[in-house]
């Protein structure tokens, strides 16, 4: 899942790299670009480590056992919540854009040439991630292991972030990236006699789906953070 930000966010505290009102206007509507699509990833994430959560209790298989899991209300509420949130952050980033005047000034199309390279290379970032989606879906499916499908597809989703955090200058992706990617790891390489399916699920769901999460919360504030300095 690539996410369109700002090439000028840097270290998210974050620095101004190109003066200009529509400038500006495009890195918070970068930002919150960014924060929509993680906050319905961590939602997607943590729906699933939720189910998870509830199979393992009631000893489960989350891949066999669907119609036969009850997950209590309350949980999806607060899950729910937690994603309406980040998204009534990416809301209000949305609205601080409005503040420094129309993306397409000249202020703003100066750097074109830049631009396109963004946009190119965002698009080959995307393309390499999705194959390797479909690459870790084919090998869990063809070696039977279809427990290691979420587990892959996930590491590559979380890796995809480093790439994006350089051509981004997002510096808060690279933590995203790196914890992700920690979960991910002791998912697949943890043996099947040592963790079973629902455990294994349920550390990809809940370590991924709380890193994403967490990485748009920060992003809302670092976006409120820049918005009361360029007053």
Same mark, same amino acid.
């Given at each position: 899942m690539a996410i369109p930000s700002s090439p000028s966010c840097h270290n998210l505290r974050?620095?101004?790299?190109?003066?200009?009102? =529509?400038?500006l206007r495009y890195i918070f509507s970068g930002l919150a670009n960014g924060i929509l699509i993680l906050a319905v990833c961590a939602l997607v994430w943590l729906t699933g480590a939720i189910y998870c959560a509830v199979c393992a209790r009631a000893g489960l298989d989350p891949l066999g056992d669907a119609d036969?899991?009850?997950?209590?209300? @309350? &949980?999806?509420?607060? #899950? %729910?919540?937690? =994603?309406? /949130?980040?998204? @009534?952050?990416?809301?209000?980033?949305?609205?601080l854009s409005r503040r420094f005047g129309s993306a397409k000034s000249s202020e703003a199309s100066a750097p074109q040439e830049h631009g396109r390279h963004i946009k190119r290379r965002f698009l080959q970032i995307a393309l390499a991630e999705w194959t390797g989606v479909a690459a870790a879906t084919l090998l869990g499916i063809f070696f039977h292991r279809q427990d290691l499908v979420w587990p892959g597809a996930s590491l590559i989703i979380c890796l995809h972030f480093a790439? %994006? /955090?350089?051509?981004?200058?997002?510096?808060? !992706? !690279?933590?995203? @990236?790196?914890?992700?990617?920690?979960?991910?790891?002791?998912? %697949?390489?943890?043996? *099947? *006699?040592?963790? #079973?399916?629902?455990h294994r699920l349920l550390?990809? =769901?809940?370590?991924?789906?709380? @890193?994403? &999460?967490?990485? *748009?919360? !920060? #992003?809302?504030l670092a976006a409120h953070r820049l918005a009361r300095s360029t007053r």
């Open positions: 974050i620095t101004v790299t190109a003066p200009g009102l =529509g400038h036969r899991v009850d997950i209590p209300a @309350a &949980w999806l509420v607060l #899950n %729910l919540t937690l =994603g309406a /949130a980040l998204i @009534a952050g990416a809301v209000k980033v949305r609205r790439p %994006l /955090a350089s051509l981004f200058r997002v510096r808060a !992706y !690279y933590f995203l @990236a790196a914890v992700g990617s920690v979960f991910c790891l002791i998912a %697949l390489l943890t043996p *099947a *006699a040592s963790m #079973n399916t629902a550390l990809v =769901g809940a370590g991924v789906g709380s @890193a994403m &999460w967490i990485t *748009a919360a !920060y #992003n809302v």
